[in-house]
């Protein structure tokens, strides 16, 4: 694979959209603009004016080598349709380099040319506009060039997420709550959350604490104040499990005192590292009717999880599972990670054949993504990846298990630099499906954050225009501030939600 590329003559406000493009087939090309005129060293890229002519936008892209010569050139063509004209010029342009480069580089993307939106939120704003199931599809395809299997997934999500939320179009006017504890016992070498070592020297979990009963009797008495009704409640993190059992069983009496709890439709607790679950802890979920945990393997293979630093076996993941079903929270996730440093498709297989051993009740398949301050990105040359071939067979292995064992996917999420560009995929039984996870991806309603490095997401329910605003991610910050922090998002939240 080439390591960089030119692109000529590209207009400054559409450069961005261009380099997202060529970087889907590798995040380490570098992309040159360049003028007409200028010399390039490397394979290069022009595109024809583009041309319209009855209501269909023309580009054609060219590939030039770096002597100048042309090595192929490709027509595109788009609709306009009832779009603007301006937009679907760029459109069919970024169609036009999209095919280009997968017919240089032979890589299909699967995704096509989105990037930087979700795509299961493009799919609703299609339907809720009137368009047919098979209108989306053709949509997607001719303007984004989304392969077919994408399009099917795409598709069988949407009629899921409306089958577990029926009044999905018109739940604006309710709030779901995010709370985030900051700790965990050790830290993970992929992770960029806010997880803080619980012993360590960040601020104190009492302080912390102190800090999150007081933003929630807050924010509490300001939705009980205005009737406002919360869809559902998330606690994440960190874990959430790795502060002690009477510490939990004080922050849910809480909620219960001060949130409007008449009206929730599930309440989640990622308990995520094993290590974190004692039966104690699983008696404070039961006797506050927690819906639903999460025991998260990310791997069956032990070298894995030491070569990620999980700090524990994945003995204790399946102990811990069993514990927490014999118990009675039968409603449990499992997140899995394709990917991971050292594993390909002989190290998935056996994930596949412990967790159908397991049944959890719904699995979250991750496709490992490189994020910028992970220690994994840091030291990318510790850690030995599967190529995309492999990764791509990982994602397919998993899909057909998941087919096999009654999982369907209700959700999806793409991340940037993920590997194979593909996508994090959320898999239930029937009716294990977790609303909170719809919530957030769909960004339908407001989601307010509590805690530290919990990002609130402020959806206007008049206008669905999104904001964002986030806690700080130090516990010691955030208990230095908290104060403001809760009176700020308070005021924010009395401006979307006027008396
Ligand atoms: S358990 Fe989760 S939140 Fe904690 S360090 Fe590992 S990945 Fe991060």
Known sequence: MMDSISLINIEETHKRACERIVQLFSDEMKVNFIAENENHHEVAISFTEVTVIDDVCFVTGVMINDQGEAISSIETKLRLEANP????????????????MESYTGIIQPWGILTGIRPTKLYHSMRREGLSV????????????????????????????????????????????????????????????????????NGSVEEFLTGLHYE??????????????????YYGGGTPT??????????????YQVFPMADVRELTVEAGRPDTISPEKIEVL???????ISVNPQSFTNETLKAIGRHHSVEETIDKYKLSMEMGMTNINMDLIIGLPGEGVEELSHTLQVTSELKPASLTVHTLSYKRASQMTKYKEKYKVADRDEIHEMMKLAEDWMNKHSYAPYYLY??????????????????????????????????????????????????????????????????????????KKVEMLSQLFPQ
């Not at 929630?216 to 104040?225: A, D, I, P, S």
């Open 134 to 201: 098979d209108n989306i599809s053709q949509q997607l395809s001719e303007r984004y060039s989304v392969q077919k299997e994408k399009i099917e997934l795409l598709a069988n999500i949407a009629t899921r997420q409306l089958a577990v939320v029926p009044d999905l179009d018109h739940i604006k006017n309710e709030v779901s709550i995010y709370i985030g504890i900051p700790f965990c016992p050790t830290m993970c070498a992929y992770c960029t959350f806010p997880a803080y070592a619980i012993n360590g020297k």
């Open 414 to 487: 793409r991340q940037k630099n993920i590997l194979g560009n593909l996508e994090n995929v959320g898999y239930a039984m029937d009716n294990h499906e977790s609303i909170y996870n719809i919530m957030i991806m769909e960004e339908l309603q407001t989601i307010i954050g509590l805690g530290c490095g919990a990002s609130s997401k402020w959806v206007d329910p008049r206008t669905g225009d999104i904001d964002r605003y986030a806690n700080p991610k130090d516990p010691q910050t955030y208990i230095d501030r908290y104060k403001d922090y809760t009176h």
């Open 216 to 233: 929630m009797e807050v924010t509490g008495t300001w939705l009980k104040e205005r009737n406002i009704k919360v869809t559902t409640i």
């Open 286 to 292: 039961k006797k506050w009717n927690v819906d639903r």
């Open 242 to 255: 790795s502060i002690t059992a009477r510490e939990m069983d004080a922050l849910y009496e809480k909620m």
């Open 85 to 100: 004209i301006k937009k679907v010029k760029k459109q069919v342009k970024n169609l036009c380099l999209l095919k280009l």
